[in-house]
Every structure is written in C-alpha cells, then in structure tokens.
T-cell receptor, first 115, second 113 residues
C-alpha cells in the first residue's frame, strides 16, 4: 500500500551543491511528474514523463534534470542548488488506463532548504 | 492552455458554519476538475473530482462541489465545518487529453471554535 514514495522528506543544502530527490511508485503508472509548491503560488509543474525513456519540461524546469529509466522511478536532480530552489517538492503519478478514474496521486512531499 | 483562479487566499469561519471556497477556471477545451486538500506538513489528498455526468460532485469528509460550465466555476462547499477541516485547499484542472494538472494558488481554510 505504498503508493508514491518520496525521499528524503527534509534536506538542507548549501548553495552550489547538487542532490537528487527520489520518487518511486508501485502502481505501474505510466505518467509521473514533479511539482514545486511555493507560498501564494500553488503547485507548479517542473518536469513530467509519459513513460519510461520519455520526459519533457513543465512550467519551471530551469535548474532541474530528470530521467525515467524504469516505470517505477522518476528522480529529480538539482544540478547546482540556489536559494530560489528552496521549496516543497511533490512527486505525482497517474495511470493512462481508461478505468483509472483520472486520479493523480501525490507523494508526501520533500522539504528542501538551500542556504 | 488552462488556468485556475482561487480568489480567496484565506477563509476564516466558525465551527459548524457553512463554507464555500471559490474556484474559476479558463480553458478552450473540455476539462476535468479536481479539489485537493493539504493538511499542515503533509501531501495532497484528493477531495473530489468532476470528469463528466452530474454537475454536483460529492467527495470525502462531507465536501461537495458543483461544476458550472457557463460560469466556468467549480466551487467547493461544506454545510457544516469542523476544526479538523482547517487546511489548505487547491483547485486544479487538466484537459481531457493530457495528464498535467494546473493548480490554483490555494485557499487556506481556518476554522475556529
């Protein structure tokens, strides 16, 4: 009953450091995506994937990389962390199947602070 | 492209009072509409969704929403709120052919005794 699992839950980085936020889902979902949540701005899409080996940019992709080598995993990489990337990050997944109910499932979030 | 407007950033209400959280959207194509709730320091939980059919949608925790195509609205309502309903509520939209969600900026519901 895991659903969408994100790690780490909390992380503090220094400016210029790199790190990877991990996301895994066990529902065999084709679609996966990363959002960031900032006060007063709701959630904004960073990158998304419609299947293994296929990724594309969302609304705010700069400073982030993704890859999708397996259906289950969709890691988000910060190449050189900046204070502007201090945010809460959410991974999400959903099924393309007609009986999916079109529900998008979210992970618990990763709180990232860049100092 | 789709967009979502939640005009109220914060809605204070007393316990057992009714509440309405407003959501308006814009889109040139058919859409699916969602309401998510986020409790403090937690992820997003789906409250309810409109895909097609009846315009009145019932969700979890006694919430309901009505899809109004002519007014492009999807307001969330609850007839009697509890302290435990204190949370942030997000309206979201996606077009019927794609899986990307576009979120509103959120409405913080503050329920006091």
């Amino acid at each position: 009953n895991a659903g969408v699992t994100q790690t780490p839950k909390f992380q503090v980085l220094k400016t210029g450091q790199s790190m990877t936020l991990q996301c895994a889902q066990d529902m065999n979902h084709e679609y996966m995506s990363w959002y960031r949540q900032d006060p007063g701005m709701g959630l904004r899409l960073i990158h998304y994937s419609v299947g293994a080996g296929i990724t594309d940019q969302g609304e705010v992709p700069n400073g982030y990389n993704v890859s999708r080598s397996t259906t289950e995993d969709f890691p988000l990489r910060l190449l050189s962390a900046a204070p502007s990337q201090t945010s809460v990050y959410f991974c999400a997944s959903s099924s393309a199947g007609a009986d999916s109910g079109n529900t998008i499932y979210f992970g618990e979030g990763s709180w990232l602070t860049v100092v | 492209a789709q967009s979502v407007t939640q005009l109220d950033s914060q809605v204070p209400v007393f316990e057992e009072a009714p509440v309405e959280l407003r959501c308006n959207y814009s889109s040139s194509v058919s859409v699916y509409l969602f309401w998510y709730v986020q409790y403090p320091n937690q992820g997003l939980q789906l409250l309810l969704k409109y895909l097609s059919g009846s315009t009145l949608v019932k969700g979890i925790n006694g919430f309901e929403a009505e899809f109004n195509k002519s007014q492009t609205s999807f307001h969330l309502r609850k007839p009697s709120v509890h302290i435990s309903d204190t949370a942030e509520y997000f309206c979201a939209v996606r077009n019927t052919g794609f899986q990307k969600l576009v979120f509103g900026t959120g409405t913080r519901l503050l329920v006091s005794p």
